[in-house]
């Protein structure tokens, strides 16, 4: 008998979709590749990705030029195994069964390369920690 391996589906979602929502996809994808399905969205998707944001994360040798901010649905919500959440409060649609996480970071709109860093590098720690999480072996027993 033949057995897939589920493939966790994670959400970002900040209210502009342009700098803490990007960054962690950028993270995502890249630490886990192709392990775990990534997507990110905002409640008032601004025009573009902040600037600051790309430049801080091609410091580290991710590119997100390519991404766009998207808006939220409630499907890309209720299809997704884990919705991370950066500070847009109620404005984040919730279905039961799906994980919620709460990350509180300053949001980088407005601000220079040089106050985006911390935040990138906050971003960044609890993105490996969730990948950690996410690729363990679920068969395994919880300490």
Not at 41 to 63: F, K, L, Y
Not at 124 to 134: K, Y
């Amino acid at each position: 008998m033949t057995s897939t391996a589920h493939r966790p589906s994670v959400l970002f979602v900040c209210v502009h979709n342009a700098g803490r929502s990007q960054m962690a996809q950028g993270f995502l994808a890249s630490l886990a590749g192709d392990r775990i399905e990534v997507r990110s969205a905002g409640t008032e998707p601004a025009e573009r990705v902040n600037p600051a944001a790309i430049e801080a994360m091609a410091e580290v040798g991710i590119d997100i030029t390519a991404q766009s901010p998207t808006v939220l649905t409630p499907d890309a919500a209720r299809t997704s195994d884990v919705v991370v959440t950066m500070g847009c409060g109620d404005s984040c649609p919730y279905f039961p069964g799906v994980d919620y996480r709460d990350w509180v970071l300053d949001d980088p709109a407005g601000l220079g390369v040089a106050a985006v860093r911390p935040i990138r590098d906050r971003i960044r720690t609890l993105v490996e920690d969730l990948v950690r999480e996410l690729s363990s072996d679920p068969a395994a027993p919880n300490p």
